[in-house]
């Protein structure tokens, strides 16, 4: 490991953290982007060392690969953890780490404002294993501390929300589920290792899509998880057998994108924030969500949890889908798009981002309104952002 990575600032971590000197080829400075499916040995002896893990190296890269480790090591130390493991995508991610941890009869507690696709998994695919999962409402304490008393294997959490951006107090409920043996696994794709450090608030484990804000670019998938060696270790394994291991190109991307993290999310929180105010007082606007505003109702929470309040809001318009159908295509420097995160901005309504598998009933019943639009702020120039959305509400 390069110096000291853990007690410096998170723009050095994201930069120096997981670069090691010994696998720069040919003193290059960059991280080599290794396509090699396989790595050779020499003699029978060293090779055998390496397999049993009983010396530093590689065998087969669906298990470890130095870009992918470079990778995992960087965001290991972004996250102030013992370990880190990568997958294909942020939903391997999620999916690995349930499996490995889930077992017939076991129970699991969450909240119903998950990722769609993590919501998925919870309500098609746990059930059928004799999995039983309990989706309490987001924000409703007593009934998530009565369900976690009655007993768990896992509470799953996922703070700030999407596209609700509701805030959960992951210090809180860490300590309740600790009191029934159950391990705290925490989604912290929205709020990156710059805005929350969910290990230090609790966390067993804490997990990203590093497709959204840690790659920042759009241009590869990927996801990690972090936490100590040995849960770490486990998911490991269960990843290396089924295979859901993430590519050394795309590892690559996400490892260049990273270098700017925090530039990129400082940015953000500031773009977002300034955003968010200009809506709130819009004539045009319903309803803002951002933690940042005073007047969200996780307001104190995310100002004590989370050090920055993050590139994500929603806010809904009068005039429900019609008026977003008049409104988005007229945003110049925002992608309607289903991603987030990116240095683009980029803006969709849940019925066709998180929320699409819902009916329009559904999304009723999940308070999410059909004139709800997610805005994934970029770090464009804040002015040019709100006098784009100035000159697009006025066409309502
Ligand atoms: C996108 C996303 C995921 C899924 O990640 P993929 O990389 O698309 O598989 C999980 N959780 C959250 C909060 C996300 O935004």
Redesign the pocket.
Known sequence: MRKNTQNIGKSTQSIWGGEQEHELYERSTQVPVVHSVSFAYKDIDTWHQVALGQEPGHIYSRNTNPTVRAFEDKVKVLEGAEAATSFA????A?SNTLATFLRPGDRIVSIKDS?G??NVIFNEFLPPLGIEVSLCETGDYAQLEAEIAKGCTVLYL?TPT?PTIKITDIQRLAAKAHAVGALVVV?N??ATPINQLPLELGADIVLH????YLGGHADA???VICGSADLVKQVYHYREINGATLAPMDAYSLLRGMKTLKLRVERQNDNAMAVARYLDQHPKVDQVNYPGLETHPGHAIAAQQMSGFGGMLSFSVHGGLDAIKTFLPRLNYAHMAAN?GCVETVVGPPVTTSHVECTAQERAAAGIPEGLVRYSTGIEDIDDLIADLAQALEAL
């Open positions: 995508s942020g939903m391997a999620i990722y696709g993590t996922e999407n989604d794709t929205f899509s590093a497709s959204k998938l990927g996801g987030l």
